[in-house]
């Protein structure tokens, strides 16, 4: 209608106002015209800390030439030139070890954070259309599953050498900082399809601990300074590799009670006798679930075991009808061989219960929240190897420990920490 309006004005003529001349695309000429300003300032700035390094470095390196380093940011490519120096045979980048960069690291750290984080929510293809829209970079579905492969892979690597180094070597690092008398701990197994495999299906077993609940105003409740661990290395123990995690953030030496939450597979139960001081409570859907396949009155026989009243279960199994077939006999098996485990914690204990504790039973809704939704509910299958990284990295996201895998590496000793100014 604009045009229409000045073009059909006699009084202006067309070449004083070229309307060809007004991009549309405003924004995304504007948002362009930013990038390459904010391209061409990290540019410069880096090179000023390379000179700056040159010049403070121990003489004793020598430059050699200089190489390109191309890495992805935010806001586009970036290319620096960056000086290679040698010491008696030995190569480096001072650059690269002063900013922690690794070796062929081909994005920024907070924009492989953004990448990762988006990954554990979107399939790799949504991150890149999703990427491409609000930066101004093309980077494609498989830059961002190599990105989250290296990013977990370091982490998976980690927590193995944290275990040589406890159960092998004698090394027991220092403890969590945080001491709570009961911890509350909670386990389970996601079976997920897999593709190029020996096998069909591949079980991802988690776990998650917190301090208790904190309720909210409209009566919901939240689990309290959850922390969530992803297992990725079957040759560890299960209850070993979440141990030597869990105590890096509860001094659990200091824990006078854990209460253990799941269903009743072999592994979790083994978590009673390898973590010490541990109760063992079954988890309520999978336990309801049995009762009620096994009997017409399930709930009731459930509300019993629960309570813990061996009289009364009795009582109750003695006039209460069984149900026909097979599966409905074992799940009646099942349930009788756990009805010690099926007791409420609560009923169990000796030490004074805190206020407001609670029954367990959070497992199933954090699996699916957590692991499933991305895993297993969009028809998708995975390698065992991918499973275990992309379940590495749910678990560093939840817990906000990304920025320490992100692509950044320890300081060499022959790079002194200094404050330049510029």
Not at 129 to 156: F, M, N, P, W
Not at 301 to 327: F, H, M, Q, W
Request: aromatic residues 10%; charged residues 30%; hydrophobic residues 35%.
């Amino acid at each position: 209608m604009a045009e229409n309006i000045i073009k059909q004005d006699d009084h202006i003529r067309q070449e004083e106002i070229n309307i060809e001349f007004f991009s549309k695309q405003w924004e995304e000429e504007c948002f362009n015209i930013g990038c390459q300003k904010a391209r061409d300032e990290a540019v410069k700035m880096l090179t000023q800390i390379e000179q700056k390094l040159h010049e403070c470095r121990d003489k004793c390196w020598k430059v050699v030439g200089f190489r390109e380093k191309t890495l992805l940011t935010r806001f586009g490519e970036i290319t620096i030139q960056r000086r290679l120096y040698k010491n008696n045979g030995e190569y480096c980048f001072l650059l690269d070890d002063y900013m922690k960069w690794r070796p062929n690291q081909s994005a920024t750290p907070s924009l492989t954070e953004a990448l990762v984080d988006s990954a554990t929510k979107l399939s790799f293809r949504k991150v890149s259309k999703e990427v491409e829209k609000y930066t101004a970079g093309v980077i494609s579905a498989s830059t961002v599953h190599c990105l989250l492969t290296r990013v977990t892979q370091d982490a998976i690597c980690e927590e193995a050498n944290q275990h040589d180094s406890w159960y092998e070597d004698g090394v027991i690092p220092p403890p969590g900082e945080r001491k709570v008398s009961i911890l509350y701990m909670e386990a389970d197994g996601l079976w997920v399809r897999l593709q190029r495999e020996d096998k069909e299906h591949y079980e991802l077993k988690s776990a998650i601990a917190y301090e208790g609940w904190e309720r909210h105003e409209d009566d919901s409740y939240s689990l309290l300074n959850k922390n969530v661990y992803c297992h990725c290395d079957d040759s560890i123990p299960f209850w070993q590799s979440a141990g030597i995690h869990f105590d890096k953030y509860w001094d659990l030496g200091s824990v006078n009670l854990i209460v253990l939450g799941g269903d009743d597979a072999n592994w979790i139960n083994a978590g009673e006798s390898e973590m010490g001081y541990c109760v063992r409570q079954l988890d309520g859907f999978h336990l309801l679930r049995s009762c009620c396949k096994g009997w017409e009155k399930g709930v009731e026989i459930y509300s019993c075991i629960r309570d813990g009243d061996k009289a009364d279960i009795a009582k109750v199994l003695g006039n209460v009808k069984e149900r026909p077939g097979k599966t409905s006999e074992k799940e009646r098996k099942h349930v009788l061989g756990c009805l010690e485990r099926g007791i409420d914690w609560r009923k169990k204990v000796l030490i004074e219960i805190p206020e407001g504790a609670r029954g367990l039973g959070t497992m199933e809704g954090n699996e699916s929240n957590l692991f499933a939704d991305r895993m297993k509910d969009r028809g998708m299958s995975w390698t065992i190897k991918g499973s275990q990284r992309m379940g590495k990295a749910i678990e560093l996201s939840r817990n906000g420990e990304l920025n320490n895998y992100v692509g950044l590496r320890s300081s060499l000793d022959r790079i002194e920490k200094q404050t330049f100014e510029f």
